[in-house]
């Protein structure tokens, strides 16, 4: 096992390689050109000659690619170009917010998702099955932002069972005041898609050999759909929840400018409409960094829920 | 021991539950005004900051040599540390102000524990940091080309990478411990107007020095209020500044006509200003959540209603809707100090290849103005304001001084008649039967308008500029490009036509027509419009004080503008404030955005009032 972690993680280079230089030019040729943001209303071309030299935007491309290399591997990317304040410091209290949300999402949406896809799936081909299908598909086909309108109006403002936005210093304030609302609606949007894949791994699973084996043995239905359905089933679920964590830590964009959470979302597409590139370096790495991460996390859980897997 | 241990914790117990229960109570008690901004603020610094959000933040926490008075209209200044207003001299080339002795900065550790004055070097510092390269001022031009020697202490620290502070500038003559005189390179009678902005304001060097990098998130002045908290982006709070001397309302410009001068006067005068204890402030992005936690009593003012809500707040007539009235909340209407604008590329190559809508020729006149008239603004007003704006007559906005609201013209009506007999007139008619109007030389004629990709408003308009344009005929692309990239696009003369806006930064018609004057092309002038008769009566503009002559220049200007079409003009925008009955000595300011000082709160009101 750890002659394939050793291996993963060189693989790793390469790859982070390659986001690097992905970003650095695409932010250089269609990122526009900050000085002329941070600039002001009014200025002269020495003005914004003397602002690109303060950002460094005036070096050589082969220069400034070299910083930032040396930034990924330090993890110093320097400050933010509209507002000062430290990229390390911005990402750190970010992150919070982002995953007071985002975790409880996770957990919630997965079991629920779970939970009812076994029972579909147990009852497929149902009217039952085929009714929670049409509402999945209907639910999928309405926007995301619809859905944070519609909730925010029912929810925060007619029957005022939450408040419409906002955001605490509290923690538990943030968890049971604040995130309620958001993580309700992530879940109610999330769990429609969720289901339905979910409901096909079991389907997949219950069709397979072993199941009619086990059934052939007598083994009870409860006892076949719990310990070996499930059981098979969790490997492709495990890599959909893998697919799906990186996004944990960046959030929703969208509640977290609806709900006023000062969260990554929120920052991230702040510092894109600003092109504040130490922000957007900084975060860009750190998600490739992750999901790297937690790949190779998630391969390493499959050993543990499937014994037939090897590491090769 | 232990009846003693048993008998401390039960009174520590007690403690406890009367501090805890105290703390809430104090906080009831407080004056808390709820408020959000519409945008995130950048931090407070007022030397590196120009976005109205944190400006208007750095409003209450320190002070300038002068502000604006509350409730007169039009704005007239008024002296702040300043012990007056000074009388131009020397031809309006030197202002010599003379601050008011016992004002001190807020306390802070950079202080290390000692009351520190406010004396006339604060602002003679103040003024450096907007030329110091290393701040990257977004206010640095309006120091540019104005101050005796400024420019040289500027160019000399840029070019040696030192910043000498204690340099001496001959523009600045600090001559005691509370007088400083500005001697100008050229006679500027608006000088007074930029010393009263709300960025330019003293500050502390040893603050400053103390800070070094993190001076956005230390304001330290000697303003009414003080920087209690800040969640970037998420909640700032003010809370009084405790050793502030006070203020009181000056009512001697009041209009006793006007019932919210009025009702300012009621709730304020004979006070000692400010009243709050603490301001909580919230930047939401987003327009739903702001209007729906103004209307859930989560915030008391609301500033600016969406346009998207507008039908749900007030009636075509601009009457608040009864169910609002019967709550008692108040609306302000305002006719802000801002105007939009198309502007045309004057020169006659745009993008690399040649540009039908540059140059004087009349020919060329001619189909600017026909463009400017196809234009539908009525169009725009309904729908894209929804009925929240006026149409724009000249290049100067309501609530400035030079603005005459009895000038109306004929040149920027939707008037696609004329449009289309003007564009036959020169030869602008279709000439190779594809139903769209050709160039009078047989070419093609194709409009290229280039408006910001990220704004849902800028496009809407772009869709109706296009609409517009193929109702008499003339084809019109329409490109979204980077908001940074426009800029660019728009210094550098890389366009044909572009969405443009601009609000007043002081209260003055100079300040929108030098968007015209030709030196100013390559910074503000975008349309890179060059005409002699024009900046020969803007330089003679600035050398007279504000009076019949000077206004008589700008109306000039005005029609000059008018007649060559360098723009389409657009709009000013109507924005209505909401507050909740509790709000008291409320008035909009044109130019200062937040006014916290002149605010009060009717705890008890406020408290039923949440509660229900």
Same mark, same amino acid.
């Given at each position: ?51 690109? $030299?303060? %950002?460094?935007?005036?070096? !050589?491309?082969?220069?400034? *690619?070299? /910083? @930032? +290399? ?102 538990? $304030?943030? %968890?049971?005041?604040?995130? !309620?609302?958001?993580?309700? *609606?992530? /879940? @109610? +949007? ?118 037939? +897997?090897?590491?090769? | ?612």
């Amino acid at each position: 096992m750890t002659a394939y972690v050793v291996r993963r993680l060189w693989q790793m280079i390469p790859t982070i390689a390659g986001v690097i230089l992905l970003i650095f030019f695409l932010f250089n040729w269609i990122g526009g050109d900050p000085a002329q943001v941070l600039a002001g209303k009014i200025s002269n071309p020495e003005q914004i000659a003397n602002i690109r $030299k303060q %950002l460094g935007v005036d070096q !050589p491309v082969w220069y400034q *690619l070299w /910083v @930032f +290399v040396q930034q990924v591997f330090t993890f110093d990317f320097g400050r933010s170009w509209s507002t000062n304040e430290e990229v390390s410091r911005i990402l750190l209290t970010r992150v919070g917010p982002t995953l007071t949300i985002m975790i409880p999402v996770l957990i919630i949406e997965t079991c629920l998702a779970v939970l009812f896809a076994i029972m579909v799936a147990y009852v497929r081909g149902t009217i039952t099955d085929r009714a929670i299908m049409i509402v999945c598909t209907v639910a999928m086909s309405i926007s995301f932002l619809v859905y944070i309108i519609v909730f925010q109006w029912l929810f925060g403002f007619i029957l005022g069972w939450f408040p419409v936005q906002g955001w605490s210093e509290s923690f538990w $304030k943030n %968890l049971f005041t604040y995130a !309620p609302l958001p993580i309700m *609606l992530a /879940v @109610f +949007v999330g769990l429609a898609p969720q289901l339905r894949l979910y409901r096909s791994f079991f389907l997949d699973e219950i069709n397979q050999d072993y199941v009619r084996t086990a059934r052939a043995k007598g083994v009870p239905e409860k006892k076949v759909m719990l310990k070996h359905v499930l059981r098979n089933a969790m490997i492709p679920i495990l890599t959909n929840i893998g697919i799906s964590l990186p996004g944990v830590f960046v959030g929703s964009f969208l509640l977290e400018v609806f709900f006023s959470i000062p969260g990554l979302g929120r920052e991230i597409i702040t510092a894109v409409n600003r092109s504040d590139f130490p922000v957007i370096k900084a975060v860009t790495v750190y998600l490739a960094v992750l999901t790297m991460i937690i790949n190779l996390l998630v391969d390493v859980l499959y050993k543990f829920v499937d014994p037939r +897997v090897s590491f090769k | 021991m232990i009846l003693l241990t048993s008998r401390a914790l039960k009174l520590s117990a007690f403690l406890a539950a009367v501090v805890i229960g105290l703390a809430p109570a104090a906080y009831a008690q407080q004056k808390v005004l709820r408020f959000a901004f519409r945008t995130a603020e950048t931090g407070f610094d007022p030397q590196r900051i120009d976005d109205r959000y944190s400006v208007g933040v750095c409003e209450n926490l320190f002070e300038g040599l002068l502000t604006y008075d509350y409730l007169a209209r039009p704005v007239k200044l008024v002296p702040l540390v300043a012990e007056s207003i000074p009388t131009p001299e020397e031809g309006g080339t030197r202002y010599t102000f003379r601050i008011r002795p016992g004002i001190y900065f807020a306390q802070d550790a950079a202080f290390k524990g000692q009351k520190r004055e406010l004396t006339a070097r604060d602002m003679e510092y103040a003024l450096k940091r907007f030329r110091d390269y290393r701040n990257r001022s977004p206010y640095e031009w309006l120091f540019e080309n104005k101050i005796v020697g400024l420019d040289e202490w500027a160019k000399k620290s840029r070019d040696s990478g030192k910043v000498d502070y204690d340099a001496k500038v001959a523009g600045m003559e600090v001559r005691d411990r509370y007088t400083i005189s500005f001697k100008l390179k050229e006679p500027d009678f608006n000088f007074l107007y930029v010393l009263a902005m709300p960025n330019v304001v003293p500050v502390a060097r040893e603050v400053i020095e103390a800070y070094g990098q993190d001076t956005m998130g230390h304001p330290v002045g000697t303003g009414p209020f003080v920087l209690k908290e800040w969640v970037r982006r998420s909640k700032i709070v003010l809370e009084r500044n405790p050793d502030h001397r006070g203020y009181e309302l000056e009512t001697r410009y009041a209009d006793t006509t006007d019932e919210w001068d009025r009702r300012a006067m009621e709730s304020l005068r004979g006070k000692r200003l400010p009243l709050l204890d603490r301001v909580e402030i919230y930047p939401i992005e987003d327009e739903q959540p702001r209007f729906l936690a103004f209307l859930n009593k989560e915030h008391d003012i609301m500033d600016e209603t969406p346009f998207a809500f507008i039908h749900q707040v007030v009636m075509p007539s601009g009457k608040l809707m009864p169910a609002l009235a019967k709550q008692g909340i108040q609306v302000f209407r305002e006719l802000q100090p801002e105007l939009t604008y198309f502007p045309f590329n004057t020169n006659l190559t745009a993008e690399g290849r040649p540009n039908p809508v540059g140059g004087y020729t009349p020919d060329r006149i001619a189909l600017r103005r026909a463009l400017a008239l196809a234009y539908d603004i009525d169009g725009e007003i309904d729908i894209v304001r929804k009925g929240q704006a006026i149409p724009a007559q000249t290049p100067v906005a309501p609530g400035v001084v030079g603005y005459d609201p009895g000038f109306h013209s004929t040149a920027n009506n939707h008037d696609p008649a004329k449009a289309k007999a003007l564009l036959d007139m020169f030869g602008y008619v279709d000439r190779d039967g594809d139903g769209l109007r050709d160039l009078p030389d047989g070419a093609p004629l194709t409009v290229r308008l280039k408006y910001d990709a990220g704004s849902a408003e800028k496009r809407q308009l772009a869709e109706l500029y296009v609409k517009s344009l193929a109702d008499v005929g003339v084809r019109m692309e329409a490109q979204g490009v980077q908001f940074a990239d426009l800029l660019k696009d728009k210094k550098v003369s890389n366009y044909m036509m572009a969405t443009s806006a601009w609000i007043a930064d002081y209260p003055d018609a100079q300040n929108f027509l030098q968007l015209l004057y030709g030196p100013n092309t390559g910074q503000s002038n975008e349309a890179e419009f060059k005409l002699p008769e024009y900046d020969r009566l803007y330089e003679k503009s600035q050398a007279i004080p504000d009076s019949p002559e000077r206004n008589a220049i700008y109306r000039e200007m005005d029609r000059l503008m008018l007649a060559y079409a360098p723009w389409r003009l657009g709009v000013h925008r109507v924005f209505n404030h909401l507050q909740y009955p509790w709000v008291k000595g409320y008035k909009k300011h044109p130019i200062l955005y937040t006014n916290f000082k002149y605010l009060d709160i009717d705890v008890a009101a406020q408290r039923a009032g949440t509660r229900q």
